[in-house]
């Protein structure tokens, strides 16, 4: 695979295929450039259309190669557009379905763009941390005018190619072809053919030819009329938005670059800034989950093409808060629901949300009012199992009591047809047992969404012992198409990102015994960039939630040594914000969390009580204890097989959890620092004698990783 060559009368068609993107490895690069050589050869050849085949014209580099030699190895991008550029017959790029990164910037090396409507451009580089690094800065605002192209460049969206072609002043789509995009792009170069002198090599018409010369995007200008309070706005604009990022300021730098200098000086320029980009953590996190979310959906024993079993009807058991969120989500991807429950006011309750969600996002503008009906169109509701009984897959979210989960798995393993998908949206039961109350235990699996469940990205698919292999796939693919991060966990307590966060919890109690306050712990992992810190995230969850499953696990491990001041905070009624007190105290109908002396002093009474002299801890210290004990957690999770690769791990964090992306989630923050240096801090963690020395023993995937000087990717 790689590139493709026909001649179409006299014009040349080169077509990038390396499905499914055409992305630009080193191999489609070569036969790409030997295709456009093997034209200007030949005599017979007036013009060259570029295109790709299938689904995109090109995605853009191969991002795979980043970092290797493969990368950079000739005919590199650079070339490749040079070689477009400096052709000296017409080069037009027929433009279609996907145009982004390298794809891009190869196409505004060729003479003349022709495009398909409804194709997707973009330069996304920013997306993983990077800025354009083959002349996109350069050539784009030159082509497309410095605004337009700079919100492109720092916003790395996709803008529809008609869109494009309609703004006043462009150069970057010399045609927008409606019909046969091919057949017209070749017209439209035979026509360029002879406008250019049939091909011959231009010389300008003042050194005795007559040609015309063919035009290059790197001779156009950049311009603007108020350049410098324009750039001052944008970099204003840039540094609120994206804090943690240093790509987006360096976006503006870049295209100011192509005012301010010659098109060479500008192209060096970027090519400096994309290489000091490469190298900074913030990029190798974005690269990672980049990478960890598409490896997410790849279940090392469950090959692509095993076959899916169809859904196109769904039922839920429960319609609560779960219930109903979960259903949102099937609505939203055009799959119908029926919800069923014991009683029907509360169905006319989960209706009533579902009704209030949608409508708040149709004020909001964010929904027309035709596809909200068409979405509460697919909803149906019902007391009687008689009417979900040929559901493709049902999903229960009843209350987390196994009797209660008993009774449901035990009637719909009598009613159902077979071949459905039982799925259990549990957070704490073992989903094995639950399998257990059916006769079709390889068609249970978990499905662990985050509460609000229409808005939280992550899934967490839970795979029991005999869940089979087309049920997981299946699971897996429509996780994707009701637009979730689906990651698969194996069946223990808390799956991935509870039991993880119990390890957490616990640190961030020992922390208040030794010394600090919530809110001291809450800013130091909030300034790190966490969304929430513990004592805030407890609030907004409800603390009798953690309480609960305390009183069931710590009977069950008498010897885990926790701090019982999250006990004693439960003891007093405060639950969190739906108590108006928590951690914190809350205004009736704010979310602000004030600090509370009353907490405060409860803290400190229990400190005494246990004969603890307080010390002051660094914000450093309460940083490395918390993300310390998340990852030795997580190698643990790993070494067990639970999750089949540390990437997934990150994956749930990043997107269930608040992780902070710049951190590209634990494990690779845990990289990032050196294990052996994480390992080191965990043994001085373990000398405190007011810490817990087992929960600081490093798991023994961790220990061996740091030993050998590996890391978790
Ligand atoms: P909820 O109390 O809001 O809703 C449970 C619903 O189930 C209620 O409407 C109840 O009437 C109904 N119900 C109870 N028994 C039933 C039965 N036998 N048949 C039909 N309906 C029945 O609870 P929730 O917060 O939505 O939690 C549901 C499940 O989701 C639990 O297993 C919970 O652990 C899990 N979960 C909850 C969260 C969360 O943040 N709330 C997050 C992830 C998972």
Partial sequence: MGAKY??????????????????????????????IERAEADPAIAAIVVTGAGKAFSGGADIKEFGSPKAIAEPNLLTLIRQLEN????????????????????????????????????????????????????????????EPALNMIVSGEPVKSELLATLPGQRLFDQVITG?????????????????DGGAKPLPPGEGGNAKPLPRVRDLKATHPNADAYFQFARNMVKGMSKNFPAPAKCVDAVQASLTRPFDEGMLYEREVFMALMLTPECKALRHA??????????????????QRKVEKLAVIGAGTMGGGITMNFLNAGIPVTMLETKAEALERGVATIRKNYEAQVKKGKLKQDKYEQRMSLLKT????????????????????????????????EVMKPGAILASNTSTLDVDKIASFTKRPQDVIGTH?????????????VRGKATAKDVLATVMALGKKIRKTAVVSGVCDGFIGNRMIEQYSR???????????PQQVDRAIEKWGMAMGPFRMGDLAGNDIGWAIRKRRYQEKPNMRYSKTADLLCELGRYGQKTGAGWYDYQPGKRDAI????????????????????????DDEIVHRLVYALVNEGAKIVEEGIASKASDIDMVYLTGYGFPLHRGGPMCYADTVGLFNVVQAMKKFAANPHDDASFWQPAPLLARLAAEGKAFS
């Fill in 6 to 35: 026909v001649v179409r009368g006299n014009v040349a068609v080169v077509t990038l295929d390396n499905p499914p993107v055409n992305g630009l490895g080193y191999d489609t690069r070569r036969e790409f450039s030997a295709g």
């Fill in 87 to 146: 052709c000296n017959k017409p080069v037009v790029a027929a433009v279609h379905s996907v145009c982004m990164g390298g794809g891009l910037e190869l196409a505004l090396g060729a003479h003349y763009r022709v495009a398909a409507p409804g194709a997707n451009v973009a330069l996304p580089e920013v997306k993983i941390g990077l800025i354009p690094g083959a002349g996109g800065t350069q050539r784009l605002p030159r082509a497309l005018g410095v």
């Fill in 180 to 196: 046969d995009l091919l057949d017209g792009a070749c017209t439209f170069a035979a026509a360029k053919a002879t406008e250019h």
């Fill in 290 to 307: 980049f990478f960890a979310e598409r490896a997410a959906s790849k279940i090392p024993d469950v090959p692509e093409d095993t076959p």
């Fill in 382 to 413: 019902t007391l009687s199992y008689d009417d979900i009984k040929d559901a493709d897959m049902v999903i229960e979210a009843v209350f987390e009591e196994m009797g209660v989960k008993e009774g449901v798995f035990k009637k719909l393993d």
């Fill in 449 to 461: 969404f985050f509460s609000p469940a229409n808005v939280m990205k992550l899934l967490e698919v």
């Fill in 507 to 517: 640190q961030a109690g020992f922390l208040l015994e030794e010394g600090c306050t």
């Fill in 595 to 618: 600090a509370s002396p009353l907490v405060v002093e409860m803290i400190e009474k229990y400190r005494a009580e246990l004969g603890i002299r307080p010390r002051k801890i660094s």
